[in-house]
């Protein structure tokens, strides 16, 4: 069929032509339909998975986990980060998997190690751990083409009590976000949990950086924000992976990229403390991947 065209009479039967009668009508209409269909695009880029991807992300998330445990024996005073980029590599390689960070947007190591007021996104270097640093490894695998993404905090020797806490209350907000993912809930239920949480302590978060979808590749869809309002956002269903993260600082939230463009650290230098998790939402509540 052909499409009418502006200059032909309008198919209402006024004799007018279509664009001076109900042509303008019909644009609103069309637009509205396309909007509509973005709108469900977009939502449905968040993949629910199959049954064989949540195992393969599984898998990965397991090599993560086990990566993460690894370092626990041997992160101590003296070693540097290169130390632990080192071990991740070489760890990851030998379980037949790769490390995602390795050149991922010109990242140049296996791994993000986050001294102190560094909030997230360190490169490993020279740099050597002092009894009471703090430090979040960030680790993600890639195992037979499925992520797995999960970081901790470590701390160095004594810690003083502050850095202790930051950490510790943080390890909380990841947990208590987690709590809130089962199907029916929203994302913001779960960015409320852990603003409630952190902000009772006195600390910010962090807004730039947040949660993702993940699995397939290293970040999807959804964005997962770490503060908001219970109820609203999108509504949470079977078989979506996402992060959970939060970076929380003992101070104020702002945050900037140091000039090697990846280093995010605190503007005040006040401590930054992070957590993170890839979660399954299950038929009646949550899996944690990289547990
Ligand atoms: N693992 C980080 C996350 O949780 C991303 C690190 S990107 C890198 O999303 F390039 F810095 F590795
Ligand atoms: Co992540
Ligand atoms: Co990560």
């Known amino acids: 069929m052909r499409k009418l065209s502006r200059n032909d009479p309008c198919w209402c039967g006024?004799?007018?032509?279509?664009?001076?009668?109900?042509?303008?009508?019909?644009?609103?209409?069309?637009?509205?339909?396309?909007?509509?269909?973005?709108?469900m695009q977009r939502s449905s880029r968040i993949i629910i998975k199959t049954e064989e991807q949540i195992d393969g992300i599984r898998r990965s998330g397991q090599l993560t986990r086990d990566i993460l445990d690894m370092l626990e024996d041997r992160i101590q005073p003296g070693i540097?980060?290169?130390?632990?980029?080192?071990?991740?590599?070489?760890?990851?390689?030998?379980?037949?998997?790769?490390?995602?960070?390795?050149n991922y947007r010109g990242f140049p190591k296996s791994v993000c190690t986050s001294i102190n007021q560094v909030v997230c996104h360190g490169i490993p270097d020279d740099t050597i751990l002092r009894e009471g640093d703090i430090l979040n490894v960030d680790v993600t695998s890639i195992l037979n083409g499925y992520y797995g993404d999960a970081s901790r905090m470590f701390t160095i020797g004594e810690v003083s009590d502050q850095a202790r806490q930051l950490a510790q209350v943080t390890r909380e907000c990841l947990y208590l976000g987690i709590?809130?993912?089962?199907?029916?809930?929203?994302?913001g239920d779960i960015g409320h949990a852990i603003q409630q949480h952190a902000e009772s302590h006195g600390y910010s978060i962090v807004r730039e950086y947040i949660g993702h979808g993940t699995g397939l590749q290293f970040h999807e869809p959804p964005d997962v924000r770490h503060f908001g309002e219970p109820h609203t956002g999108l509504t949470l269903q079977p078989n979506m992976v996402f992060t959970?993260?939060?970076?929380?600082?003992?101070?104020?939230?702002?945050?900037?990229?140091?000039?090697?463009?990846?280093?995010?650290?605190?503007v005040d230098g006040?401590?930054?403390?992070?957590?993170?998790?890839?979660?399954?939402?299950?038929?009646?509540?949550?899996?944690i991947l990289t547990a």
């Not at 632990?84 to 390795?102: C, M, N, Q, S």
């Not at 709590?179 to 994302?187: A, F, H, M, R, S």
């Not at 006040?270 to 899996?287: I, M, N, P």
């Open 244 to 266: 959970i993260e939060p970076m929380i600082n003992a101070g104020k939230c702002q945050v900037r990229v140091l000039d090697d463009a990846w280093t995010v650290v605190t």
């Open 179 to 187: 709590e809130q993912v089962k199907p029916g809930n929203t994302l």
């Open 270 to 287: 006040c401590l930054s403390a992070q957590w993170e998790h890839t979660l399954r939402v299950t038929d009646d509540g949550v899996e």
């Open 14 to 39: 006024s004799g007018r032509k279509y664009k001076n009668c109900h042509w303008k009508q019909d644009q609103a209409a069309r637009r509205e339909r396309r909007s509509v269909l973005g709108k």
């Open 80 to 102: 540097t980060s290169n130390d632990i980029d080192r071990w991740v590599y070489e760890y990851t390689i030998a379980h037949g998997a790769i490390p995602a960070p390795l």
